[in-house]
């Protein structure tokens, strides 16, 4: 009876593994996967929006006045060891009534149309016309520009450090191709130079391919560029030592020269530092004829440079960060500009993400940027995203282990 | 015994880790509806792969997927940690197949894709020969057992649910879907045995 129950068994154990491998063996398109997380991606975006414009109102009517600009506050409560102090400049007040929260709301979901590719392909999906994808992208090209010239109150210490995109950088591609780079697997570790470890992030988004790419060469660097290692006083008391204690990676981007930027920080700082993150995009590539167009009405603000091997003119993209003491604070201050700072989870962990970011002359910009800032294993990350979701960020900030 | 015993308790908490993942998930998404997509990206091969056993047909195993997802989505708010969340999806997923085939074009026999776009498994093309013959005959005589009985595999081996999961969807005891599934599986290895034997058991 036992050995017949053990041979049951055994049977029963084949056929729910030939099941197993049955079911294995089921194909999907991938296309069809990428197109309706896209769609419910859409979807839930305008959900939740829908939903902030119901909170907005609730709290409008239920407290009869405004909030006040209380949002950056919540952060000084901080997370763990490393306080996260948010200021605002320029004179920030939010008053909000229902009639701005609806404004608002219209205005994100145009700028999400206008911007979010993905929205912006199921929008055109509707309308009955496409879009054509790559499926592959070159590594991109970064070149290390010498520290830049900034805006700070006499006697005041600060760093900066840019970074140059080579947006036609297809040039490139094949020398960069012939030097073998190797991509790593994803959600994997890797150990840099400096002693950090960089999480590989398991998930991209749509059309956004790795970009940590080591290529040795003088003339041109590509990412993994710790800032820390190129740290030098500038302007007046010497900085709070950090170096190899930051690092900004850039750990992903499409073929239209959207970024995405993984910053590490690691906060046994002995006093306050601030951080301005920043990026500044040209007018995009232009042809000759069109530039010429354009000179002809009024001149354009950025001098197009010719770029070899192309008839079309080479835009930049600059992304960097702006270091300087905190005079008030301790620990790591990341300084944003106007606007609101949601909350919201990166896993179980508390976070907090805002949409815009400085120019390159100190200005801020409320453009499509999204950064997220959380802690885990004890470092601070700040993931910033250009024209991304949310969802997208906090999914890859997600996949980082 | 004791290292049974412990590799059962190490299970249960693994188990239940992962149910908490969920609920967790699904809690975040219901505060934020965005962060469904991580949910999605859990359970969509399991969904797929479910429906497609079920319904044989890419477009419609697309379409319903599609809908599921959808509809999970939005009604969310009515996810309760109660049940699992597996659970509660492929709820959704079942009372979809099941609308499918009251259409009157519903019922399409199960059918092999075009393996040019497999986006799963590890298998060489060459094990893949080897494979297919006795996986096509497992799903042709999957085909010819009672509907109660392809969906509690379907939900047990495509759709990757426990026991206690399945009871959940089907609203029977755990006891009585345990014994089901065992009686199924050796209904299917004598089909599959006289397969094997070259000899034709009557249907």
Request: charged share 20%; proline share 5%.
């Amino acid at each position: 009876m036992c050995q017949n129950d053990e041979m049951l068994d055994i049977e029963r154990q084949s056929v729910g593994k030939d099941l197993w491998a049955l079911a294995d063996a089921i194909p999907y398109r991938k296309t069809f996967r990428t197109e309706l997380r896209r769609r419910l991606m859409a979807q839930a975006w305008a959900l939740d929006a829908e939903k902030e414009v119901r909170t907005l109102g609730i709290t409008s009517q239920d407290k009869g006045e405004a909030r006040s600009p209380s949002w950056f506050q919540r952060l000084a409560s901080g997370v763990g060891r490393i306080r996260q102090i948010f200021q605002v400049r320029g004179g920030l007040t939010m008053k909000k009534g229902f009639a701005l929260a609806a404004i608002a709301v219209l205005i994100i979901a145009v700028s999400t149309v206008a911007f979010v590719p993905s929205v912006r392909a199921q929008v055109a999906a509707w309308l009955g016309f496409g879009f054509e994808q790559q499926e592959t992208l070159p590594p991109l090209l970064v070149k290390v520009l010498a520290r830049a010239p900034w805006d700070t109150p006499e006697g005041t210490s600060f760093e900066m450090f840019t970074i140059e995109i080579i947006q036609d950088r297809w040039v490139f591609v094949k020398g960069a191709e012939m030097n073998g780079f190797s991509i790593p697997d994803p959600g994997t570790q890797i150990h840099c130079p400096n002693g950090n470890i960089l999480p590989v992030p398991a998930y991209l988004p749509e059309g956004y391919r790795w970009q940590g790419v080591a290529l040795q060469s003088q003339r041109i660097k590509l990412v993994f560029l710790p800032l820390g290692s190129q740290s030098g006083a500038g302007g007046g008391s010497p900085l709070p030592p950090y170096d190899s204690d930051i690092v900004n990676y850039l750990i992903g981007g499409n073929r239209a020269n959207q970024l995405l930027l993984l910053a590490q920080f690691k906060g046994d700082l002995d006093s306050g530092l601030l951080f301005q993150a920043y990026h500044v995009v040209s007018p995009a590539k232009q042809s000759p004829t069109s530039v010429e167009d354009a000179t002809s009405n009024s001149p354009p603000e950025i001098v197009p440079t010719p770029t070899p091997g192309t008839s079309f003119y080479a835009a930049k993209t600059q992304v960097g960060l702006v270091i300087q003491p905190a005079e008030e604070q301790e620990g790591l201050v990341f300084l944003v500009g106007p606007g609101e700072l949601h909350e919201t989870t990166v896993g179980e962990t508390s976070a907090w993400w805002y949409q815009g970011t400085w120019n390159a002359v100190g200005e801020w910009v409320g453009d499509g940027t999204i950064s997220l800032i959380w802690e885990q294993g004890g470092l601070t990350y700040q993931l910033t995203g250009q024209e991304l979701t949310l969802g997208e960020l906090v999914c890859v900030a997600e996949s980082l282990r | 015994m004791d290292t049974l015993v412990l590799l059962r308790g190490k299970q249960e908490r693994m188990a239940s880790s992962l149910a908490d993942q969920d609920a967790r998930l699904a809690a975040a998404a219901q505060r934020q509806r965005v962060k469904f997509v991580a949910l999605y990206d859990k359970y969509f091969s399991r969904v797929y792969r479910y429906i497609a056993q079920r319904v044989g047909v890419q477009q419609d195993a697309e379409d319903l997927t599609s809908l599921v997802f959808v509809e999970a989505m939005e009604s969310l708010d009515n996810y309760r940690e109660r049940g699992s969340f597996a659970g509660w999806l492929f709820s959704i997923a079942r009372h979809k197949v099941v609308d499918h085939y009251r259409r009157p074009d519903g019922e399409i026999p199960w059918e092999m894709a075009d393996g040019d776009e497999l986006a799963s498994t590890a298998r060489t093309p060459e094990s893949w020969a080897i494979h297919n013959e006795r996986l096509h005959h497992l799903a042709q005589k999957l085909q010819t057992l009672a509907p109660e009985k392809q969906e509690v595999l379907a939900q047990r081996f495509f759709a990757g649910l426990k026991y206690g999961e399945i009871a959940s969807v089907l609203g029977k005891s755990e006891g009585a879907i345990k014994m089901m599934v065992y009686r199924t599986l050796d209904e299917l290895q004598e089909r599959m045995l006289a397969v094997e034997e070259g000899r034709n058991v009557s249907e």
